[in-house]
């Protein structure tokens, strides 16, 4: 039976943005907006990455993040241009997104790179008035600025139980960001520095949420899990979204509990100061 849904929001063309730690289950929250029929970008991978974003801000030339502000800035027009669907490039744009491109060399092949371009360059139609938004973990890193550049930018930060993630197989982050989130001069890779990674992350995305109460919202991943039938409406609601109720009823359907969920159970565990404990708490685990 097909099921018919509609997304409602304060105005057709605000973005929402989905991010995380890797590996918190941004996934998900990306295919409920898919199935509500937001334009989640023409450049997507099977996790529902959205590749230009991933492109233009996940690279260490923008290290340390607060000192490349105004690289930063230019990456978030170029983004907008992008899920815009414009192909109004002038000279100067396309030198430095190739210039950008080279710099991902190694990372990807040439072959997906051109075409990566290509589509920036000559995007498809893109439907007038459809919602838009994308998914990208590293949103959370630059979300300070996105929010300054895009006002009507609405961000869902989705959440795991911190002592599960000090163990998930995903430290792209930590390995590209933690030297400079942790300032700690290390490329460790252990399990107590991604959890302190964890901690950080989240500690600046709350700080955010205090600036922009109305544009940040939190996503507990596991409470959804757990709880679909409630989670998953309260989070709609949050984001001004409607739907009929045989969506919501698929959207929970489609969740799938991971064999990860309380895989710290299973560890030994390590040593957590009172502040990084009071923040799990605070975090609801």
């Known amino acids: 039976m097909t099921t018919k849904s509609f997304a409602k929001t304060s105005s057709k063309t605000d973005p929402i943005a989905v991010g995380g730690v890797g590996g918190s289950g941004t996934r998900v929250v990306a295919n409920f907006l898919e199935m509500l029929g937001f334009d989640m970008g023409s450049d997507i991978n099977e996790s529902l990455d959205n590749l230009t974003f991933t492109l233009l801000f996940k690279r260490p030339a923008l290290l340390p993040i607060e000192r490349n502000q105004s690289e930063i800035r230019a990456c978030i027009g170029y983004f907008i241009q992008a899920m815009t669907r414009s192909n109004s490039w002038d000279n100067d744009?396309?030198?430095?997104?190739?210039?950008?491109?080279?710099?991902?060399?190694?990372?990807?092949?040439?072959?997906?790179?051109?075409?990566?371009?290509?589509?920036?360059?000559?995007?498809?139609?893109?439907?007038?008035?459809?919602?838009?938004g994308w998914k990208e973990p590293n949103t959370h890193l630059f979300l300070s600025t996105l929010l300054e550049e895009i006002p009507s930018l609405r961000y869902v930060h989705v959440l795991r139980n911190g002592l599960d993630?000090?163990?998930?197989?995903?430290?792209?982050?930590?390995?590209?960001?933690?030297?400079?989130?942790?300032?700690?001069?290390?490329?460790?890779?252990?399990?107590?520095?991604?959890f302190r990674f964890w901690c950080e992350a989240n500690r600046r995305v709350l700080a955010l949420a205090e600036r922009f109460p109305e544009?940040?919202?939190?996503?507990?991943?596991?409470?959804?899990?757990?709880?679909p039938?409630?989670?998953?409406?309260?989070?709609?609601?949050?984001?001004?979204?409607?739907?009929?109720?045989?969506?919501?009823?698929?959207?929970?359907?489609?969740?799938?509990?991971?064999?990860?969920?309380?895989?710290?159970?299973?560890?030994?565990?390590?040593?957590?100061?009172?502040?990084?404990?009071?923040?799990?708490v605070q975090l609801g685990y």
């Open 165 to 194: 993630m000090a163990y998930n197989a995903n430290l792209a982050q930590l390995r590209l960001w933690g030297e400079w989130l942790l300032n700690d001069g290390s490329n460790e890779e252990t399990p107590e520095r991604a």
């Open 229 to 280: 039938s409630l989670e998953i409406p309260s989070l709609l609601r949050c984001l001004s979204l409607n739907c009929e109720t045989d969506t919501i009823k698929a959207m929970c359907l489609g969740l799938k509990v991971p064999s990860s969920l309380g895989v710290h159970r299973a560890h030994p565990g390590f040593p957590i100061c009172d502040e990084d404990q009071a923040l799990l």
């Open 93 to 132: 744009q396309r030198i430095h997104l190739n210039n950008i491109a080279a710099e991902s060399r190694g990372l990807q092949n040439d072959e997906k790179l051109a075409l990566r371009l290509l589509n920036i360059f000559n995007p498809s139609p893109k439907h007038v008035g459809l919602a838009w």
């Open 215 to 227: 544009q940040i919202f939190f996503c507990n991943y596991d409470r959804m899990l757990m709880q």
